[in-house]
């Protein structure tokens, strides 16, 4: 080792030179002339004082402890939240082209609002976590909803079957039912022949007979909204106002009907592939969605175990054929002559009607469509920016203002102010952040967190 001074002649500097290894000197200083030992030297001393400060650097690090983060596991998002916080009754209703099975969800003795989902969806995929959102629960205290399920489109549903007996091919068609016990009479005709969309309208009056309900108001999506339009154009006494997403007025083009042939010969082969999927998937959220929102895309996906593939063909195929919506603007009372022969069987919507869909939704066209049919007095015409296919559960917000202000206009819930619901919200914000593992927006449903801020806002109402 070695440890001297060295007089750098050219600088006139001195140069403290400690514990410098004799390899180093060896390996990096010419002893030949004295200019050049002391370059040589001076870049072994800054080379060795710039690791020293790297050294000093790193234990700084080191010794950083992250106390201020709480790591939590992140739950996977779920269509219910918590399941007691949603109470609903459920019946299954005999009519005369098979069985609805419609969940209750409120007080019966409140004004009604019947929900009907799309092809694929049901009550609970469809309309239970917009419903349970914590915006929407000052609404429902003034309502009472039944959602109506497609026959054999509930979760866990067995295949449908007929029963009709031989040699009376003109005898009424008797209930469906899915219960594999049940015999069936010796050569019956084992094909359960599916309502069209129009019997499907009219399996909504044994409905409102079981609950006694004389008027509703009408929430829809897809196939449903079709449904709902279809009973308003029949029964106009019995709809008060119509909120319809992603309503198709027209029959299906080749392309659709091409993909829906292909859907429903795979899924009547008792299996959901990879196809169906893929192709729900777009119709209920439209690609860019499916892209970009996995969180969400994956939890439909998973949803769909549960839907009986035999069913869903069934109803898939009904919707395919669906005629066009018989409905048109009232020209005469906008001053403008019809064309005669053009709107033959045609109607008009007597009541108000919400529409809505998201800008980057695949049906924006077909709601376009829908909205010049309408007498635009009594339509409201709402596209949703930064949104899908389903805004119900990728803009829940909006539509929840959207629909509390449609219900003003029509005279329910006056008393229902912004200022109130955006003060229930960031209660059930700071609450969902302060509580233990809460999981806000997580899921798709409010958090169980609201229910106690709604409470509140009932009282002062």
């Known amino acids: 080792m070695y440890s001297s001074v060295v007089v750098c002649s050219s600088s006139n500097s001195i140069v403290e030179f400690l514990s410098l290894n004799q390899l180093d000197i060896e390996k990096n200083i010419t002893m030949n002339t004295e200019p050049n030992f002391c370059d040589c030297l001076c870049s072994v001393l800054m080379s060795r004082r710039n690791k020293r400060k790297r050294k000093r650097m790193a234990e700084k690090l080191t010794d950083i402890e992250l106390t201020g983060i709480i790591l939590e596991e992140t739950k996977p998002r779920t269509l219910g939240g918590d399941p007691s916080s949603v109470l ?32 694929g969806l049901n009550h609970v995929t469809n309309f239970q976590g917009f419903f349970s959102y914590g915006d929407m629960q000052p609404i429902l205290r003034h309502f009472c909803v039944y959602h109506i399920n497609a026959p054999g489109q509930h979760d866990g549903a067995l295949p449908l079957m007929q029963r009709q007996e031989i040699g009376d091919p003109k005898a009424p068609v008797t209930e469906p039912h899915d219960d594999p016990a049940m015999p069936l009479v010796k050569g019956a005709d084992k094909r359960y022949h599916f309502p ?13 007979q079981f609950y006694g309900i004389k008027h509703f108001i009408g929430f829809g999506m897809g196939a449903g909204a079709n449904i709902l339009t279809r009973f308003a154009l029949n029964h106009p006494e019995k709809v008060d106002a119509l909120a319809l997403v992603n309503c ?41 969605t499916v892209d970009q929102n996995y969180d969400l895309v994956r939890m439909y996906r998973d949803t769909m175990k549960h839907i009986n593939p035999h069913n869903l063909a069934l109803f898939i ?7 066009a919506l018989a409905v048109h603007r009232d020209l005469p009372k906008l001053g403008v002559k019809s064309t005669p022969g053009k709107n033959t069987g045609a109607r008009a919507l007597d009541c108000d009607v919400l529409l809505m869909a998201g ?22 015409w709402m596209k949703i920016s930064d949104c899908g296919g389903m805004p119900l559960e990728e803009a829940p917000e909006k539509v929840c203002d959207a629909f509390r202000l449609f219900l003003q206009g029509l005279g329910y819930v006056p008393f229902m ?3 109130k619901i955006m003060e229930s919200r960031s209660a059930a914000s700071r609450a969902s952040l302060l509580g233990a593992g ?12 609201q229910t106690p801020v709604v409470q509140e806002q009932e009282a002062e109402c």
């Open 438 to 449: 809460g999981g806000g927006r997580g899921s798709i449903t409010g958090t169980t967190h």
């Open 196 to 208: 069209s969309m129009d019997e499907l309208s009219e399996m909504i009056l044994p409905v409102l």
């Open 417 to 419: 102010s912004q200022t």
């Open 359 to 380: 800008d980057n939704s695949p049906h924006l066209d077909a709601m376009v469509d829908m909205n010049s049919r309408i007498d635009p007095s009594k339509t409201s």
């Open 248 to 288: 198709t007025a027209s029959v299906s083009g080749w392309t659709e009907w091409g993909w829906q042939k292909l859907n429903t010969w795979y899924l009547k082969s008792g299996s959901m592939t990879g196809f169906t999927e893929d192709y729900l998937l777009w119709h209920w959220f439209g690609q860019k």
């Open 88 to 119: 609903l009754q459920e019946d299954d209703i005999e009519t005369g082209r098979g069985t609805l099975r419609v969940a209750v969800q409120g007080d019966r003795s409140k004004a009604a609002i019947i929900t009907y989902h799309d092809i």
């Open 317 to 323: 195929e009904s919707y395919t054929k669906r005629t």
